[in-house]
């Protein structure tokens, strides 16, 4: 990808920063929780962005006043896949918003091959173009 | 620390702190148990000393706070957790001023792969503060050895140990229960710094703990009242499931019934008016009227 100059997924929160650290992340937690939204923890190896449904490491978490066991939770997930995309997500639920109102990545895998333009010729010389992901070729679990 | 200091002003620790209004509240509230609050007194200068050594780089690693609070029903377990959720709190060794206060069906699943998200999940609401495991010894049950409640017990352990920093669990049971349960698991005994026990009230230290819940109830007793309190607490002591504390509140709330249903009565057969006193006086009547004068629960079954 020429113009990322990263060669990192770039989507969601924070994501043409370097990598957040634990504190950086427990801060962005903090905020979150005293917002009042519940937070949760999803993975995915498919990060094409439309593919919006990622994995659910455990259920979202309700009632929780500090960011440590949100934290564990993350690292819990980092530890069960290393090589996947992890991303945070809070969720509030007032009235009318009712939707993530954050989302940022975590980890990622170490090595990202990116995305491929493919060009497809239809009726008149139009063309379609699709964004896919060279990760994908491979079957699901093997990608990264 | 940016500038390197040798000296400390416990004093202004202390102050900053506020601690001593948490512990003179805990001596003005709670009546009797003196060796409670002799440790309590102990633990958070401890803590405080800690604290000022940790600030002067003396000590590395931060003191390990998990408690087991042993005594009978109603000796003021819960009440002393609260407190001392207060306390380290206020020396910082908590982040959030919360108690999380669970007993085994809050963490023990019902079947196989159900227990581990269970207490996992409690663990995690408690983070950062207080983690208050009432009646623990029932976590472990000897008799049945495929008995979830041993996962548990590990991952609690676990928890205690690697996450010293973000909880503090304190376990509260009876004294002989708990001894089992900790003959047993003996890592959890291990991993416990602080076992205070919780003494019997002796008679005196009931009827005190009386006149304030009747205060804090905003109800009066008179003379006679109280006599018949001193007598009903000697009879309901002989008794079996005599919870201290407890029994005394549920006294006090079946003579408050009493006294609504007596007060009820005279306004319809009498027909005159109830005055403010009326309403917030409990008379010797409404106490001798406990079944605890006849004997008890056993009595009336005979």
Same mark, same amino acid.
């Given at each position: 990808?020429?113009?990322?100059?990263?060669?990192?997924?770039?989507?969601?929160?924070?994501?043409?920063?370097?990598?957040?650290?634990?504190?950086?992340?427990?801060?962005?937690?903090?905020?979150?929780?005293?917002?009042?939204?519940?937070?949760?923890?999803?993975?995915?190896?498919?990060? /094409?962005?439309?593919?919006?449904?990622?994995?659910?490491?455990?259920?979202?978490?309700?009632?929780?006043?500090?960011?440590?066991?949100?934290?564990?939770?993350?690292?819990?997930?980092?530890?069960?896949?290393?090589? /996947?995309?992890?991303?945070?997500?809070?969720?509030?639920?007032?009235?009318?918003?009712?939707?993530?109102?954050?989302?940022?990545?975590?980890?990622?895998?170490?090595?990202?091959?990116?995305?491929?333009?493919?060009?497809?010729?239809?009726?008149?010389?139009?063309?379609?173009?699709?964004?896919?992901?060279?990760?994908?070729?491979?079957?699901?679990?093997?990608?990264? | 620390?940016?500038?390197?200091?040798?000296?400390? @002003?416990?004093?202004?620790?202390?102050?900053?702190?506020?601690?001593?209004?948490?512990? @003179?509240?805990?001596?003005? @509230?709670?009546?009797?148990?003196?060796?409670?609050?002799?440790?309590?007194?102990?633990?958070?200068?401890?803590?405080?000393?800690?604290?000022?050594?940790?600030?002067?780089?003396?000590?590395?690693?931060?003191?390990?706070?998990?408690?087991?609070?042993?005594?009978?029903?109603?000796?003021?377990?819960?009440?002393?957790?609260?407190?001392?959720?207060?306390?380290?709190?206020?020396?910082?060794?908590?982040?959030?001023?919360?108690?999380?206060?669970?007993?085994?069906?809050?963490?023990?699943?019902?079947?196989?792969?159900?227990?581990?998200?269970?207490?996992?999940?409690?663990?995690?609401?408690?983070?950062?503060?207080?983690?208050?495991? @009432?009646?623990?010894?029932?976590?472990?049950?000897?008799?049945?050895?495929?008995?979830?409640?041993?996962?548990?017990?590990?991952?609690?352990?676990?928890?205690?140990?690697?996450?010293?920093?973000?909880?503090?669990?304190?376990?509260?049971?009876?004294?002989?229960?708990?001894?089992?349960?900790?003959?047993?698991?003996?890592?959890?005994?291990?991993?416990?710094?602080?076992?205070?026990?919780?003494?019997?009230?002796?008679?005196?230290?009931?009827?005190?703990?009386?006149?304030?819940?009747?205060?804090?109830?905003?109800?009066?007793?008179?003379?006679?009242?109280?006599?018949?309190?001193?007598?009903?607490?000697?009879?309901?002591?002989?008794?079996?499931?005599?919870?201290?504390?407890?029994?005394?509140?549920?006294?006090?709330?079946?003579?408050?019934?009493?006294?609504?249903?007596?007060?009820?009565?005279?306004?319809?057969?009498?027909?005159?008016?109830?005055?403010?006193?009326?309403?917030?006086?409990?008379?010797?009547?409404?106490?001798?009227?406990?079944?605890?004068?006849?004997?008890?629960?056993?009595?009336?079954?005979?």
């Amino acid at each position: 990808m020429m113009t990322n100059p990263n060669g990192i997924v770039t989507q969601g929160q924070f994501s043409f920063l370097p990598p957040l650290t634990d504190v950086q992340i427990t801060a962005q937690i903090k905020y979150a929780l005293g917002k009042g939204w519940a937070l949760s923890v999803e993975y995915t190896d498919d990060p /094409h962005p439309r593919n919006t449904y990622w994995e659910m490491f455990g259920a979202p978490m309700f009632d929780l006043k500090d960011p440590a066991g949100i934290l564990m939770e993350i690292n819990n997930c980092r530890k069960t896949f290393p090589n /996947h995309y992890i991303r945070v997500m809070a969720f509030s639920s007032v009235r009318g918003v009712e939707s993530p109102t954050m989302s940022y990545i975590v980890n990622r895998p170490k090595n990202e091959p990116g995305f491929g333009l493919v060009r497809q010729e239809t009726d008149g010389r139009n063309i379609r173009y699709t964004i896919h992901s060279y990760a994908t070729d491979k079957p699901e679990g093997e990608r990264y | 620390m940016s500038t390197p200091v040798d000296k400390i @002003d416990i004093q202004a620790l202390l102050n900053e702190s506020h601690i001593n209004e948490v512990l @003179d509240k805990l001596d003005q @509230d709670l009546v009797g148990l003196v060796p409670v609050k002799q440790r309590i007194r102990e633990i958070a200068a401890y803590l405080l000393i800690t604290k000022a050594r940790l600030q002067l780089g003396i000590e590395a690693a931060k003191p390990s706070l998990h408690m087991c609070f042993t005594g009978n029903p109603g000796t003021g377990k819960t009440t002393v957790a609260l407190k001392m959720a207060d306390i380290l709190h206020r020396l910082g060794y908590i982040r959030q001023n919360q108690i999380v206060s669970v007993t085994r069906d809050d963490l023990v699943g019902q079947y196989i792969g159900h227990t581990a998200p269970k207490t996992k999940e409690v663990i995690k609401k408690a983070m950062g503060g207080v983690l208050f495991i @009432d009646e623990a010894y029932y976590l472990y049950k000897p008799e049945n050895e495929r008995d979830y409640g041993q996962e548990s017990i590990e991952i609690l352990l676990q928890t205690m140990e690697n996450h010293r920093d973000d909880l503090v669990v304190i376990l509260a049971g009876y004294q002989d229960r708990m001894g089992t349960f900790f003959k047993s698991n003996p890592g959890m005994s291990s991993r416990i710094a602080h076992h205070i026990d919780f003494p019997d009230y002796d008679e005196n230290e009931l009827l005190e703990i009386t006149k304030l819940m009747v205060s804090s109830m905003h109800y009066n007793l008179d003379k006679s009242a109280f006599g018949a309190m001193k007598d009903y607490i000697q009879k309901r002591k002989q008794q079996p499931h005599f919870a201290n504390a407890r029994s005394i509140r549920n006294a006090l709330d079946r003579a408050r019934l009493r006294q609504a249903n007596r007060l009820f009565n005279d306004a319809i057969t009498h027909k005159k008016d109830t005055t403010a006193e009326d309403l917030s006086s409990i008379t010797e009547a409404d106490i001798r009227a406990s079944r605890v004068f006849e004997g008890g629960l056993d009595a009336k079954k005979s």
